[in-house]
Nanobody, 128 residues
């Protein structure tokens, strides 16, 4: 079992920045591929970024490339999502996920409820 707790969300103006954190605890979090997903009202949850166990493989959805950066600190069992130049379209609840088996590439298509571990999410609201 792995427990995930997200933090760092909030209200920010368009063009601003936020840094999300995901603190992991439980069974060897550093052995898990990690990812950030988001869900806007009325929409399905979507992949934002994933990172491999070592941090050597990283994937982003196209709309956040060049603006968001995912990173992890395995010594602190924490994954981060630095979000710059935020846009109103980035408004959503952001979820952290972990999976022991999937690669960072495979995790991009992870469906909630099918496998892996999920946090409860943190709200990000970007005003125009």
């Amino acid at each position: 079992q792995v427990q995930l707790v997200e933090s760092g969300g909030g209200l920010v103006q368009a063009g601003g920045s936020l840094r999300l954190s995901c603190a992991a605890s439980g069974r060897t979090p550093s052995s898990h591929t990690m990812g950030w997903f988001r869900q806007a009202p009325g929409k399905e949850r979507e992949f934002v970024a994933t990172i491999s166990r070592s941090g050597g493989y990283i994937y982003y959805r196209d709309s956040v490339k060049g603006r968001f950066t995912i990173s992890r600190d395995n010594a602190k069992n924490t994954v981060y999502l630095q979000m710059n130049r935020l846009e109103p379209e980035d408004t959503a609840v952001y979820y952290c996920a972990a999976d022991l088996i999937l690669s960072a590439d495979q995790m991009r298509t992870l469906v909630p409820g099918t496998r892996g571990y999920w946090g409860r999410g943190t709200q990000v609201t970007v005003s125009s």
